[in-house]
């Protein structure tokens, strides 16, 4: 009796492996190997240089990384060359992208990515009215839970974003509400209005704090709180103003702790930072740090040749949202948030002091290292226009620029470097807002519409109309659920994957 022997498909697939593994090494063979030493994005040098094959992957790299940094659990990295990142493989990306030779020593950068994964938004789940003015402001809580809106009809908005409807309306202010921003806790929500004041209002029940802070003598241009790892209670808050000066507020006794008035000029925006400083920019061309303890000036920072209207800190994301993470875990009691911010600002640091970006109506940006120093590092030019807004990712390593040339530079957030222009907008770029994982960048235009970019093609990945009119404002859930944006047609809209 004949042997049976394996089906014809078995054999057919067997060979089909065997001669995938022979192209595989004949290709190994072919391409050879290069000699590469493995560098952090900070700087810091891991292990000998190695000889690695010409066609080595991102994940082969990755699985290497993740054992020569004997780390627990794996963890995501992306990899580049002089900037160039490997996508597909070293030979196609870096030898053959970038003229390389193999027998160059190639660095190659390694830099952590979020271990969580944000999706885009790709549709619009609510188109909310109530607003009678356009919507000028609009913010997330920091756990992403609650979201707030201010107004050109003097109101500040609450809204139930469970069932996409209005939760409070906030009246007080008796002129346009240019600016909102929450509590590093979210136990509070202040609004700068137009009408010189600044308002506090309670977001579990819609109620105003007491009585308006009062004392500027102009509009309110910014706010920003002291940080939760150097105030576990949230109870300072800073306002600057179009009457040149900055006040230190403190919210429990409700009075103000200090006053600074060394610009000449309007103050367009603050920003207090993690080391106990404080940042303003004015239009009197210069940003000035000062002592956010005693409110002293420390330094002033010049080099723009036109008001400076924007600034943006490293370390931002992590400041604005204190305790809270991707994971939604929330602290026992003050002490415990506090400890949990720290780390949190201790890891968006690493080895490198807090970094800054200004923008300006002289179509460049100036980047700083603020607290050692009063040069900039680097002047950044390209904007054909005055720059609107800056922002940097919540990882710190990249930043954008929006500007009224219709267009959003990416740049590199430890060096300054120009990456790549974002085109697509056809009229003035209002804002630009990450998500909390630094893989997707959203943008608000005059032209109506809401973009999102993909940052590792640097290409346009949806196109979000649905405004009426100019989108002046647009947020990020720090959960990265969802997008809020609102502007001219007075219509708030959630956005959700």
Not at 142 to 171: M, Y
Request: charged share 25%.
């Amino acid at each position: 009796m004949a042997t049976k022997g394996p089906p014809r498909k078995k054999i057919k697939k067997h060979n089909t492996l065997l001669t995938e593994e022979n192209n595989k090494k004949q290709q190994e063979e072919i391409l050879g190997t290069v000699i590469a030493q493995l560098k952090s994005i900070e700087g810091e040098i891991i292990g000998a240089p190695l000889s690695l094959p010409a066609n080595v992957t991102p994940e082969q790299l990755e699985l290497l990384v993740n054992q020569l940094l004997s780390n627990d659990e794996p963890l995501p990295y992306s990899f580049s060359v002089d900037d160039k990142e490997i996508t597909s493989t070293l030979y196609k990306d870096i030898i053959q992208g970038l003229k390389k030779s193999t027998e160059d020593v190639l660095t190659i950068v390694y830099q952590p990515q979020a271990i969580f994964r944000v999706r885009a938004v790709t549709r619009c789940t609510s188109t909310l009215n109530g607003h009678n003015d356009a919507i000028l402001s609009v913010s997330f809580s920091p756990d992403g839970t609650q979201l707030a809106t201010g107004s050109g009809d003097t109101t500040v908005r609450i809204w139930d974003l469970n069932t996409e409807t209005p939760h409070f309306t906030c009246k007080g202010h008796t002129n346009w509400v240019l600016y909102i921003s929450w509590s590093p806790n979210g136990k509070l929500l202040a609004s700068g209005s137009m009408d010189k004041t600044v308002r506090l209002w309670i977001p579990s029940t819609g109620k105003s704090l007491g009585d308006p802070l009062k004392g500027h003598t102009q509009c309110i241009t910014c706010l920003a709180w002291e940080p939760q790892h150097l105030n576990p209670k949230c109870n300072r808050l800073a306002s600057s103003s179009k009457d040149g000066t900055i006040r230190v507020w403190d919210t429990t006794l409700r009075r103000v702790v200090m006053t600074m008035s060394q610009h000449t000029a309007a103050v367009t925006c603050i920003k207090w930072g993690g080391d106990g400083l404080l940042y303003s920019s004015s239009r009197d061309k210069t940003i000035k740090v000062w002592d956010a303890i005693q409110g002293k000036l420390v330094r002033t920072l010049e080099g723009h040749g036109h008001w400076v209207n924007t600034m943006a800190l490293s370390t931002d994301f992590v400041l604005r949202t204190g305790a809270f993470d991707h994971t939604g875990k929330i602290s026992k009691d003050e002490k415990e948030a506090q400890e949990w911010a720290l780390s949190r600002y201790k890891a968006a640091v690493g080895n490198k002091p807090e970094r800054l970006v200004s923008g300006s109506d002289d179509f460049t940006m100036l980047f700083w290292e603020p607290s050692t120093s009063k040069k900039p590092i680097a002047r950044l030019t390209g904007h054909q226009k005055l720059v609107n807004h800056v922002s940097f990712s919540p990882d710190g390593h990249l930043f954008a620029s929006a500007s009224f040339d219709n267009s959003v530079k990416l740049w590199d957030g430890l060096t300054g470097k120009f990456i790549a222009s974002l085109r697509g907008h056809v009229c003035p770029v209002y804002q630009v807002c990450w998500s909390s994982d630094s893989r997707l960048l959203i943008s608000a235009s005059k032209d109506s519409t809401i973009k999102i970019w993909d940052l590792k093609s640097n290409k346009i990945k949806l196109d979000l109309p649905g405004h009426l009119d100019e989108v002046f404002s647009v947020d990020w859930s720090p959960s990265g659920e969802k997008v809020a944006s609102g502007g001219k047609d007075r219509q708030l809209k959630i956005w959700r994957n």
